[in-house]
């Protein structure tokens, strides 16, 4: 599959001949994304043309309320990036959000960006999708004025988006309640969360399970909910098995949250390392045990169902 081209800056955009285009923050890319992003690949196909994403960063909220910070997100950029690569999109625009370009109109938006910049040929859009200054456009707008701006508008039709029954809010609640199952099936793939190795209080080797401990790559992305899950856990050196604990450890009083995982057949050293989790399914909650001997006990069971789990 020839691979998706990435552009940050509208002046570095090529001149296609037929740009099929949707836009929208995408996070998660989750299956209600991906109905849209099969029909722009399919509409660009179709008139032999070229599929083209917009999409933006940061997301609009965090620049809209910068004093709100109860956004979590699903999908870093990067993970934005390379899930929309798998559904055979072209070209990739990924506009930086400002405050400047949250006060464009609906009607500057379509000049300077669908128009002049893309040169647009067929938009195709989700059907409650706004744009512009207030969210003031919309599919009605586009296709009153579709004559005038030369290009044709596809709206998807509200029950193929409504028979998916997925929303990037509805993902995030599954994870609020550990419920990474459902997200799952939300996103079309596991939930993965990534970051880089840092040093612990190393107490998982002394009871012979050591833990690499997980800072997350953005503060922002979504953690699940507290409590002990069944992962898989991409390294540098390859995919392997685990289980994972997000929690403070109350056994050894804890006070801090922590995401430690334990890989089950590993040797080796994983500080600094940059590893990816991917979140198979929720086991149990966190307790806290009368002393570590019938912790290690609880660790032996827990080995012994996550690897069921994994299959």
Do not use: C
């Not at 997925?166 to 997200?183: F, H, Q």
Request: aromatic letters at 8%.
């Amino acid at each position: 599959m020839p691979s998706m081209i990435v552009i940050r800056e509208l002046n570095q955009f090529p001149l296609l001949a037929h740009a099929v285009v949707t836009s929208g923050t995408f996070d998660g890319v989750h299956v209600g994304h991906q109905k849209i992003l099969a029909r722009l690949t399919e509409s660009a196909r179709q008139s032999t043309g070229q599929s083209v994403v917009i999409t933006y960063w940061p997301h609009p909220r965090t620049v809209l309320n910068p004093h709100d910070d109860s956004l979590r997100l699903l999908s870093t950029i990067e993970e934005r990036i390379e899930a929309l690569e798998q559904f055979g999109v072209d070209y990739l625009l990924i506009l930086p959000f400002t405050r400047d370009f949250a006060q464009l109109t609906s009607e500057e938006y379509i000049q300077q960006i669908l128009i002049n910049t893309l040169h647009t040929k067929k938009l195709v859009i989700g059907y409650d999708h706004r744009f512009g200054k207030n969210r003031e456009g919309g599919f009605d707008y586009l296709q009153a004025n579709a004559r005038r701006y030369g290009f044709e508008v596809e709206e998807i039709p509200r029950q193929d988006i409504d028979e998916v029954g997925v929303s990037s809010s509805k993902i995030r609640t599954a994870l609020e309640k550990g419920d990474v199952e459902t997200a799952a099936r939300y996103l079309g793939r596991p939930y993965t969360l990534s970051g880089r190795v840092v040093e612990g209080k190393k107490l998982g080797r002394t009871l012979g399970y050591p833990t690499a401990n997980l800072q997350p790559q953005d503060k922002l992305k979504q953690v699940p909910a507290i409590g002990i899950y069944a992962v898989m856990v991409k390294t540098a050196s390859g995919s392997f098995k685990g289980m994972l604990s997000i929690g403070t450890n109350p056994t050894v009083n804890g006070t801090s949250q922590t995401i430690e995982v334990h890989l089950f057949d590993f040797e080796g050293d994983l500080y600094s390392q940059e590893i990816t989790l991917s979140f198979i399914a929720y086991m149990r909650p966190e307790e806290k045990y009368e002393n570590l001997d019938l912790l290690v006990r609880q660790l032996h069971q827990d080995k012994a169902t996550a690897l069921q789990l994994l299959g």
